[in-house]
């Protein structure tokens, strides 16, 4: 198992895991997308001068369609209560046309069964699992999506390996 799939010690908690993602990205506009507020990202936001839009409505695709991209995007507390069809929607949507850096967090504890997600579902979208936490009953994974990391560079790309190496570049097919 890799440390990135570790199950986080007890010590180390979601809201320490998401303030070191704020930290790190130092974003400037923020897109939360939750149906309770996460006040980590409303404090943080306020220490530091970002801006935070928040959608908290149980369908968030016609708020959505009025809003722009941001630097980062959080997603909590939504997906448990989507099913998967319009979850994956969702986060499509947000990784296509609203952020290039995404984290989402989730808990599959609160999810009907029916809705429940699993972590190749989330594998499927795109998105890296960065960490679980558990406490007595209750867990939490958070995934992280970075366009920047998502489709590294592969070595066989390049007019090298190519059939017509003096075409490269050239056509579009």
Same mark, same amino acid.
């Given at each position: 198992?890799?440390? $990135?799939? *570790?199950?986080?010690? *007890?010590?180390?908690?979601?809201?320490?895991?998401? $303030?070191?993602?704020?930290?790190?990205?130092?974003?400037?506009?923020?897109?939360?997308?939750?149906?309770?507020?996460?006040?980590?990202?409303?404090? =943080?936001?306020?220490?530091? !001068?970002?801006?935070?839009?928040?959608?908290?409505?149980?369908?968030? #695709?016609?708020?959505?369609? /009025?809003? !722009?991209?941001?630097?980062?995007?959080?997603?909590?507390?939504?997906?448990?209560?989507?099913?998967?069809?319009?979850?994956?929607?969702?986060?499509?949507?947000?990784?296509?046309?609203?952020?290039?850096?995404?984290?989402?967090?989730?808990? @599959?504890?609160? $999810?009907?069964?029916?809705? &429940?997600? /699993?972590?190749?579902? #989330?594998?499927?979208?795109?998105?890296?699992?960065?960490?679980?936490? /558990?406490? !007595?009953? &209750?867990?939490?994974?958070?995934?992280?999506?970075?366009?920047?990391?998502?489709?590294? &560079?592969?070595?066989?790309?390049?007019?090298? #390996? =190519? @059939?017509?190496?003096?075409?490269? !570049?050239?056509? =579009?097919?």
């Amino acid at each position: 198992m890799s440390q $990135a799939e *570790a199950t986080v010690p *007890a010590t180390d908690s979601p809201q320490h895991h998401l $303030a070191a993602i704020l930290d790190g990205h130092r974003p400037t506009s923020l897109l939360t997308l939750s149906l309770n507020p996460v006040t980590l990202v409303d404090e =943080w936001c306020r220490e530091h !001068g970002a801006s935070n839009t928040c959608i908290t409505e149980q369908n968030p #695709f016609p708020a959505l369609a /009025e809003l !722009g991209r941001f630097d980062l995007v959080i997603v909590a507390d939504q997906l448990e209560y989507m099913n998967r069809h319009h979850g994956e929607e969702l986060l499509g949507l947000l990784r296509n046309l609203h952020t290039d850096s995404m984290v989402v967090m989730y808990r @599959a504890d609160l $999810a009907p069964a029916r809705l &429940r997600w /699993e972590r190749n579902h #989330f594998l499927g979208m795109g998105l890296r699992r960065d960490a679980v936490f /558990e406490q !007595g009953e &209750r867990s939490m994974a958070l995934y992280s999506y970075e366009l920047s990391t998502y489709n590294f &560079r592969r070595s066989w790309n390049n007019s090298r #390996f =190519w @059939a017509n190496p003096e075409n490269w !570049g050239k056509y =579009w097919w």
